[in-house]
Structures are given as C-alpha cells and as structure tokens.
C-alpha cells in the first residue's frame, strides 16, 4: 500500500472559515487582503492552495506567483501574476500607445462615427486594417452569440506593428487603432464613451437620421485623438509618477478582470518578495477595497524578524503601515497539537494508528506539519514503515527519528540515484524554479534524459514539481539542504557555467534575467562581468522603479570594483545618491555624495555640493544647506554656479528674504541654455513676486514659464505655472480666473499621470469654491481629491483636505461634522508628525468652538496652537489664534485678556501682510469700541474691516461676519438681510436663526424667504 501523498488538507477548519468568509466578502465586491504567516513547513501554502480551490468553484480567477530567495529581480511575482491573468505588457517597459483612428461600429459592422489619424498611416495599410477591423468586429460578435458572453470584454488584434483594440458595448463597438500596445487608461475612455454614447445616443431612429446626433457623436470621439493623452509620448520622466502609473495601469487592469468574475491573487512566500512587488501589492490593497479582488499572501514569521541592528525586514515594515492604514488581515498559523497531528497521521496512512506512534512522531516533529510528513516519508523509504496484513506496522521501539527537519531532508536526499542527485545539485544553484533546457545545458545532458530524470524525481521522490514550462523544489527547504551540502569548489563551477550560459543567452538576444546574470558571476568571483551587467542591470531596475533592487544592485558592483577609486566607481556613487535621494534616504544618499567630493574632479565635486544643499533644503536644514552651497562655490563654474544660485535663491525665498532670491534667480538666468532649468529660474521669480504681492510682475514670469514648458511639454512644469497663475488670480479675488488655470493645471496634471498633481489641483478649486461660498461644489471637489490622495497614501495630502472639509461644514453650520473632519485631520497629522498640521488642526478647532459658542474650549485649543506656532515659527496660524483667542475673551467678558490677544495679533497681522487677518482684528477692535460706547470709532473699525475685503473682492464667511456685526451696530436691517441671504445661500441654519431673531427684534416686517 502507498502512502496517500499529499494528504486530505485537515486540522485548519477555523482558518479555513475565515478565508471561506473573505471569499463570500469578495464575491459581494467588498475586497480585502490577507496574510497567512507562520513558521515554515506549518501548512500555510496548503491552507492557501484549499482556499483557491473553494474560490475557482465559486467562479474565481486565480492569478498565482511564488518569491524565490536572494532575487533582486524587480517585479518577478507580479511578471508571475500579469502572465497568468495575460496582462504582462502591463509591466513592460513600453511607450504608451498613439492613437491612429477609431471607430464607432454596430454589430453589423455599418461606421457610424469615425475619426483618423491618416497622415502617419501608409494609405495600403490602412485600407488593411478597415477590413481586418470588419472581420475583427464580426468574429467577435459572433462569439457573443455563441457563448451568451466572452471571458474578457476587451478583445485585441495584432495587425503588423498596429494593434485593434475592441470595446464592446450593449449595441455598438469602439474599435481603436493604436500604436503601440494599448493601456488600461485607454481602455477606461473608451468604455466611459461608449456608455455615454449608448445611454444618450443608442437609439437607431436617432443616429440613423439625425446628422446633429452624429456631428457631436464624431465630436467626442475626435477629442480622445485631440486632447494629446495618447501621442505615443511619455510626458514625464518623474520616477514617482511612472511608478504610480504602472501601478494604476495594473490596479484598472484587475479592476476590468474582475467585472466579469471576482478575482484572487496569491503571492507565496512573502518573505522574499522584492519591495517594488510589495510596494504594488500595498498600492492594490489600498485600491480594491470596494471591487470583487482578493489579495492572498504567506510568509514565515521566522525570517521577517528584526535584524541585531533593530534594522526592520521591509515586510515587517510594510504589514506594520498596512494595518495602520487597515488594509491587512493576518492569519497566524501555530503547530498541529497531538489530536489534529493524529489527524493528519491517519489520512497520510489511509487508516488509525496507535496513540504511542503518534505521541513518539509528536514529541519529535512538535506538531510541525511539514515535518510530520517528511518523517513518516523518510520511514516508509526506509522500509521500517510498512503495511502488512492491511495494517500499518513499525517497531517502536526501534524507531530512531532525525531530531531536525534538515537531518530528515539529508536522509532523503542520500536516496536519490547518482545521476538524480547531480541534477538536484545543478538545479539548486539555479534557483528555486528551473527549466529542463537551462538543467539540460548546466548539465550537458539531452534535455529528453534531464526531463525523464525530472518525471521520476517528481514520482518518487516527491522532491520536484512541475509547473507549466518550469520545475520548483516541493519546498524550498530542500533546495536549501541540497544548496548547502554542495562542496564550495563544485558549487563554484556550478555558478560559473550558468552565468556562461545565461550571458551567451543574453548575447544571442535572448530575454535573460540580468540580476541572476549578476548574481551567479558575483558567486563565482568574475568582478569585470558584475560591473559590466550591474550596471545594465541597475539601470534596467531603476528604469522600472525598483529602487531598492537598483541599490542592491549598485552596491554588488561598488564590492566588484574593489579599493581602487576609479570614473565608474564615482559614477556608481552618484547612482546610489540618486535613487536613495528619490526614496527619501537623504542621510545615506549624502554619505553617498560625500565619496564623490572626497575622490571626484572639481566639477563632479561641485555638482555633488549642490546635491547636498538640495538635501538639506529638503530637509529644512538650511545652514548646512548653505555650508554645501559655499563649499560648491570655490569649485563651480558655468552651469554649475547657475544651480547652486539656484539653490540658494530657495533658501532665502524660504526665509521671507525675496529681493535675494529674484536677484540670484536673475544671475542663474543669465548662464543657463537648457530651457527647463531656465522655465525653473522663471517661475521661481514669478513665486516672489506673488509673495511680496506684486502680482502684475508675478503673471509676467508666470506666463513666460508656460510659454516655455509648453514648447518644451513638459507637463509637470505647465501643471505649476498654471496653478500658479491661478493663486495670482485667488489673491486678487478673481475667482473665475482662478477656476480656469486651475482647471488647466488639473489637465495637464492628468495627462501626465500625476496623481498627486491631480489631487492638488482639486484641492485648490475647492478652496476658490470655498471663498466664493459655493460649498457643495467645494465639497465635491475635496472628495475628488480624497479619494485621488488616499489612492497613493498622500497622508499630508489627506489631512490637509480632512481640513479643508471641516472649515466647510463650520461655515455651513453643521459644527459636529466639522469638529470630525477636524478630528480626522488631527489623527493623522499626529501620525505623521506633521507639526505645522496639528497647529493648523488646534486652531480650527478654536474657530469651531467659538462658532458654536463655546468659547472656554475655543480658548484652550487657540492656547495650544500658539504654543506650537510660537516655537516653530507660523505667523500665519499665530496670528489667527491670536485672534480668535481675543474674540472668545471678549465674547466670555475677560476684556483686557482681550485686548491684549488683539494687540498681538494685530501687530503680527501688519508685520506680515495677513490682510483678511488685518481687517478681522478691526472687527474685534469695533467690537470693544462698541461695549466702550464709543460708537462711532467703533463704526470706523467696521468699515476699515469691510473696505479690506472689498478691496480684494473677497466677500467670504469672514466678510459676512464682519458685516452681520456692523448691521448691528447701525440698527440696519436691510444690511442684516443682506447677510440673511448670504446664510441662506450657504445652508447655514445656525445664522438663519440668529439673524431672523434679531430681524423680528428690530420690527422688520420682510423678512426674506429661506431658499
């Protein structure tokens, strides 16, 4: 009798439950990502593998991908899971696509709508690709009918270098021809238009007849070509960005897939999974909460522990900002106790054994299910397990078990035949999954004879198994037992004749992993080849935004090139500074430019210096900053001198000293040609002037930097100049404008991909919305970019925009909202460590406390954010809780604590130019001049308020305030229903109600209707 190997899956049913309970979730598109950990071999794959079974019956995809160990390849299991759902193009390094035409379709294939891109289209190609469209378009129909729906409802079509991408609707198709393969961003235009036309259009009478209806019709199809988002260009060379990209191409991607059935991904063995792969999985967990997709995982708990230094495994790091962000559930896998052991026992043996066998297998293995089962394979092996007489039967006495599981892997291994155990050998120092033909070549053995060798160690000794055009060890375990038992002269050899082989490879133009090219020949101690390929390869990972394998790899080469200081090693220096840099490792990556200063020419020395100073600003540190810039100085010249001027005009702008900054600013100018350094020159003057408030001078340099990043496309730069424009515009309360170049900064944020841009540019027309007193549109627009932030886990983004929402509903009278966004945004600041933020937070929370008449609390929050704002240095929210103190001393009668808050605030009001602040501390001086019966001052105070606002154009929350006030003062009521209509108009029924008392109080006898 043989033993029943692999077992029925036991002893998990509480584990199994919850996962069954996730699947149910998942299918009710609430998704959810789960870690499985436990020590190793203790059935945490097992228990995955059973899940995915239920899920495949319940109508799941399931996209799988194991981690192997010491791979630096950057996206190795997510090139794994994008395979197997036939999305790998996702990750390629690939142009986007160029839209050349598209076409609106029916099912007969009758044009309705068109529009062409002829001119870059040979004319005999392009009559080809009409009819294979035609021919695509009734294939594809006829599949529909055929099956009732199709697996996937985009369908593509390689036509020569063209691609035909179909996108059904209910009734029409929207065929486009691209160069270039298309992308989800794509996908995601086309499905929104053909539903747009389909739900105003459809109809056959309308279109058929109504040559409007096709005009606007072609119109909208001809602005997916027009609008520039799909040129085959790549706009951006932000790292960040095209990082954030790929990930949103892959998160739509799955999000499309699971339209049409819920899906599960499985990535095993976490523990060794690259960080670019991690990063992606952290950004789907985020973003598949609301959609059918289970994210499935396993790790060992042993090998994600700390290191001696405390230094954190990235794992560990990452579960930790998952559970913050509530994102991960885990699962924590414990040893079998003796019942679930016996359990096991009993379906490996296919009968009962006798409680003194499983107690002796238990005290040996300590419930270790991995364990169990190599012991009770090892005893079968060895024949002192053996069924006799339809019984099991095994001397006990006798029975000596391996005290570790490596010494019951040993014994395995020791079974193999001679030739079996030197193609085991070879494969573990491939890699934890191999191919027959590379095993074939390692082992110039016939690829038939290394295959046969390969069925049989699969068969009977269950220590390989097969998986598609690939073969993996049972358990990694035994490719480490065989790894480490490999004489190191032989393992060596080994290392040397696969590196041979994958460098012939690569040179016959074969698609050859760079990192395991490296890797082996780093082993085998052939330095020249490391820097030559780590360096390809480093370029390669950073070119796909695996910055942690990139430094990996850098580092490889720094240890190849040795002691002796040479252009490449300065070069490999700079390359770790730069990615560490963009990471936000900005003490390393000194360390790192500090080489190059110590052992570089006098340029490189100086470019490094202004490096630093970059660093430094960054980091806030601006005395060090200027120590590099002076350094840089006695080295610099040309180009150079420009960018540390450069540099140091930011530090003065920081420090408020602007004419500095416009006149190194204006020196940089004169040396640079490169034209995006010279729209940064420009534009940084134009943010002086619009500091100092000279906002004429300020449009000029803003404009003169759009015209030039315009002609240069460079999208980022058009997005900062017309956000900047439009603050120009904000501040001279020229809110129509303000909307418009916002809006025009939120486009070409868009089309660059900037997610964050995006969520900025939305951000800032909800603040004009929010001036205008327009607060639902305010709010909409806040909750654009909320969800933009929480996309990328911008968590300063966040609580700046909680902010903003809570100052909305404060205006709006709903005080308990505003006190929870306010709440929120405090949370999070306090996470992050934002100081500026939570002083920010202490003092709307004064704001709304003294709104709601509480002015002991408004008092106690305005003290807290003056105790930061003091010691930090942010006039702006001083001033404020200056102020707002100084109301709520006044309104609790404590009048020269009153007096004295305003002074201060006053005072700072001036010193700064806070203007809004300036007139709202005449208010409060009109207030106290009134009580004083002094009332003419004090009508004098109200009138320099409201002049500032209507200065500016700014009649706000503030303005109606001020003006509800001075109605008072002058018994005016048809002022007091001026400001009725304001509240009105805003939804704010706390001073609906106030207002009207005081209406009725006054005699008046119209009295406005609520809107």
């Known amino acids: ?83 197997d759902a036939q999305l790998e193009h996702l990750i390629l390094q690939e142009k986007p696509p160029k839209l050349e035409s598209i076409y609106l379709v029916t099912e007969g294939g009758i044009v309705i709508a068109k529009c062409e891109r002829r001119e870059t289209i040979d004319a005999d190609i392009f009559m080809g690709m009409v009819t294979a469209v035609k021919t695509f378009i009734t294939d594809s129909i006829s ?48 499905k929104e238009l053909i539903k747009e036309i389909e739900t105003n259009y459809a109809s056959k009478e309308k279109w058929d007849k109504d040559e409007n209806i096709i005009s606007t019709i072609e119109q909208k199809i001809n602005a997916l070509i027009t609008d520039g988002k799909y040129e085959g260009i790549e706009y951006t060379a932000d790292t960040k960005i095209r990082q954030t990209n790929i990930f949103e ?118 419930g270790n299910a991995f364990f169990v089962l190599e012991t009770l394979i090892n005893l079968y092996q060895e024949n002192i397990l053996r069924y006799e007489n339809g019984s099991w039967n095994l001397d006990i006495r006798s029975l000596k078990i391996p005290s570790r599981v490596y010494d019951v892997i040993i014994q395995r291994i020791q079974r193999l035949g001679r030739e079996e155990r030197k193609i085991l050998d070879a494969a573990s120092v491939i890699g934890e999954s191999f191919s027959a033909e590379l095993l074939s070549k390692v082992r110039e053995t016939p690829k038939l004879q290394v295959l046969e060798m390969l069925a049989v160690i699969e068969r009977e000794y269950k220590m390989v198994c097969h998986s598609k055009d690939k073969y993996r060890f049972e358990h990694s375990k035994i490719r480490e037992v065989l790894y480490r038992e490999l004489p190191e002269e032989l393992k060596v050899a080994y290392h040397e004749k696969v590196a041979m082989i994958l460098e012939e490879d690569y040179k016959n133009g074969k698609t050859v992993n760079l990192q395991e090219l490296v890797h082996h020949f780093y082993v085998t101690g052939i330095n020249q080849k490391v820097v030559e390929y780590g360096l390809i390869a480093g370029a390669e990972a950073r070119d796909r935004f695996a910055n942690d394998e990139a430094v990996e790899l850098y580092k490889t080469v720094l240890s190849a090139l040795g002691e002796h ?32 200063i110590v052992h570089g020419e006098d340029t490189e020395r100086a470019r490094a210096h202004c490096r630093c ?103 980022r730069g058009i997005a900062s100049s017309t956000n900047n424009i439009a603050l120009v515009y904000y501040e001279r309360g020229d809110y129509d404008k303000a909307i418009k170049y916002h809006e025009e900064s939120l486009r070409a944020s868009a089309k660059a991909g900037d997610v964050r841009g995006m969520s900025i540019a939305y951000n800032n027309i909800g603040l004009v919305y929010s001036e205008r007193g327009a607060y639902e549109l305010a709010l909409s627009c806040y909750k654009k970019s909320l969800e933009l932030k929480e996309k990328i886990a911008d968590l300063w983004g966040i609580s700046s925009t909680y902010n903003n929402m809570g100052h909305v509903y404060c205006e709006k009278g709903d005080y308990e909202t505003a006190l929870e966004y306010n709440q929120k945004s405090l949370d999070m600041q306090e996470k992050i460590g934002d100081v500026k933020g939570v002083a920010n937070s202490y003092t709307n929370f004064g704001i709304i406390y003294y709104e709601m008449g509480k002015y002991e609390k408004a008092i106690e929050y305005c003290q807290k954010a003056l105790t930061i704002s003091e010691k930090v240095g942010l006039p702006f929210l001083q001033t404020t809780a200056y102020l707002f103190s100084a109301k709520s001393y006044f309104e609790t009668g404590e009048i020269d604590a009153c007096i004295k808050a305003l002074e201060l605030g006053k005072s700072s009001a001036i010193q700064h130019g806070l203007k809004i602040h300036e007139a709202i501390a005449y208010s409060i001086e009109g207030k106290i001049l009134n009580l004083q019966h002094e009332i003419e001052k004090a009508m004098e105070c109200y009138r320099h308020a409201l002049d500032i606002f209507e200065e500016r154009g ?58």
């Open 954 to 1011: 700014q009649k706000d929350g503030y303005y109606y305030r001020i003006l509800y006030d001075y109605a008072k003062i002058t018994n005016d009521s048809a002022l007091l229903c001026e400001v009725l209509q304001w509240f009105e108009q805003i939804g704010n029924t706390h001073w609906i109600a106030k207002i009207k008392r005081d209406l009725t109080e006054m005699d008046t006898t119209t009295v406005p209707s609520q809107n």
């Open 143 to 190: 599949k529909i009918r055929k099956s009732g729906e199709i697996a996937d409802d985009i369908e593509v079509l390689t036509h020569g270098a063209f691609n035909i991408v179909n996108v059904p609707g209910k009734t029409l198709n929207l065929i486009a021809i691209t160069t270039g393969r298309e992308n989800e961003y794509l996908i995601s235009d086309m």
């Open 249 to 366: 191409n892959i998160l739509r991607a799955l999000k499309r897939k699971s339209e049409n059935a819920p899906v599960l991904i499985f990535v095993d063995d976490l523990q060794w999974i690259d960080t670019s792969s991690l990063a992606l999985l952290h950004y789907l967990a985020r973003n598949i909460r609301k959609n059918k997709i289970l994210i499935l995982g396993t790790y060992r708990i042993e090998d994600i522990l700390p290191k001696l230094d405390g230094t954190q495994h990235p794992l560990a790091n990452a579960m930790q900002i998952m559970n913050r962000e509530g994102l991960l559930d885990k699962l924590e896998l414990k040893r079998f106790d003796v019942q679930s052991c016996a359990l096991l026992m009993s379906k490996m043996l296919g009968t009962d054994v006798s409680q003194e066998f499983v107690e002796e297998i238990y005290k040996q293995t300590e």
């Open 1 to 83: 009798m043989q033993l029943n190997y692999p077992p029925p899956f036991v002893g998990r049913d509480a584990e199994f439950a919850i996962l069954k309970h996730k699947v149910e979730d998942t299918l009710a598109g609430n998704g959810s990502t789960v870690f499985i950990g436990g020590e190793s071999g203790v059935g945490k794959t097992r228990l995955a593998e059973e899940i995915i079974v239920h899920a495949v019956k319940t109508n799941f995809q399931c996209f799988r991908a194991q981690c192997v160990p010491e791979s630096t390849t950057p996206f190795m299991p997510v090139l794994e899971i994008l395979n």
């Open 613 to 715: 100073a970059d660093i430094y600003i960054k980091k806030g540190d601006y005395d060090r900053a200027m120590e590099e810039i002076q350094a840089g100085f006695e080295l610099a010249s040309g180009v150079e001198l420009a960018k540390l001027w450069s540099a140091e005009a930011i530090i003065h702008e920081r420090k408020g000293e602007h004419e500095q900054a416009i006149a190194l600013r204006k020196k940089a100018l004169e040396i640079f040609t490169d034209e995006k350094d010279i729209a940064n020159a420009v534009n940084g003057i134009g943010i002086n002037f619009l500091n100092k408030g000279e906002y004429d001078k300020a449009l000029e340099y803003f404009f003169r930097s759009l015209e030039i990043r315009n002609r240069i496309r460079d999208l």
């Open 565 to 596: 200081i040479s252009d490449q090693k300065i070069r490999v220096w700079n390359e770790i500074a730069d990615v560490l840099e963009l990471q936000g490792r900005y003490v390393e990556a000194i360390e790192y430019l500090k080489n190059v």
